[in-house]
Every structure is written in structure tokens, then in C-alpha cells.
């Protein structure tokens, strides 16, 4: 499996953004596509992850409410949708595709085996 994320940018506080995530290659064995962000000198953290079949979603608490994670089959794409954004956000963004086990542990990269290459995301105040 082949990830491409794309839409990242530069935006000013409170405004939006939506990230894509183009999957290709074996996409029938992705049980599960999450978003990752890591922040220069942190660790990557879990952001989002939506069960490809079913279409179930979790989010992590400190975007809750201001970000949705969806995906459309057809297209083979994940989407994050990101509403009022702040300086905070500001990240690299990564997409990542996983089998069962990123489904039982949505929230652990050691599950999602396929990755895409990062888009930039900066917000300024």
C-alpha cells in the first residue's frame, strides 16, 4: 500500500484546513487509516483514526471537537478535516495504514505499517 497525503499549508489562527490521504496498491488489506502529527523535537502523536470498512472513528481529546476524521472507499481516500485551527496545531502531519491491529489499538503507530510521506501544517497567531 501507497500513501500520498496532501492539503497541508500555511493559515492563520481559526481558519481550516482539509488533509487528504490517497491510498493505492493493496488497498484491500487496510483495516484502518489514522493521522500522526509530530512537532520538531517531540514524539509523533496520534491524532485520528477511522475504520475503513465500518467507518468508526476515534479522536484524541485535544482536537476533539474541531477536528473530523472521515474516509470515502470509492476514492480510496482519508480525509482530516481541521476547523479552527490554532499556533498549536502547527505539525507535520502523517497518514498511516494498518490491518486489524491498528483497528484493537487505533492509538499505536507499531500497528499501522504503511506511512505517507508527511505534509507541513503551520498556523500562525
Known amino acids: 500500500v501507497q500513501l500520498q497525503a496532501s492539503g497541508g499549508g500555511s493559515v492563520q489562527a481559526g481558519d481550516s484546513l482539509r488533509l487528504s490521504c490517497l491510498a493505492s496498491?493493496?488497498?484491500?488489506?487496510?483495516?484502518?487509516m489514522a493521522w500522526f502529527r509530530r512537532v520538531p523535537g517531540k514524539e509523533r502523536e496520534f491524532i485520528a483514526q477511522?475504520?475503513?470498512?465500518?467507518?468508526?472513528?476515534n479522536v484524541t481529546d485535544s482536537v476533539k471537537g474541531r477536528f473530523t476524521v472521515s474516509r470515502d472507499k470509492a476514492k480510496n481516500t482519508g480525509y482530516l478535516q481541521m476547523n479552527n485551527l490554532t499556533p498549536g496545531d502547527t505539525a507535520v502531519y502523517y497518514c498511516?495504514?494498518?490491518?486489524?491491529?491498528?483497528?484493537?489499538?487505533?492509538?499505536?503507530?507499531?500497528?499501522?505499517?504503511?506511512w505517507g510521506r508527511g505534509t507541513q501544517v503551520t498556523v500562525s497567531s
Open positions: 477511522v475504520n475503513w470498512s465500518r467507518g468508526g472513528t
Open positions: 498511516a495504514a494498518g490491518g486489524v491491529r491498528s483497528s484493537m489499538f487505533p492509538r499505536n503507530e507499531r500497528w499501522y505499517g504503511f
Open positions: 496498491g493493496r488497498t484491500m488489506t487496510i483495516n484502518s
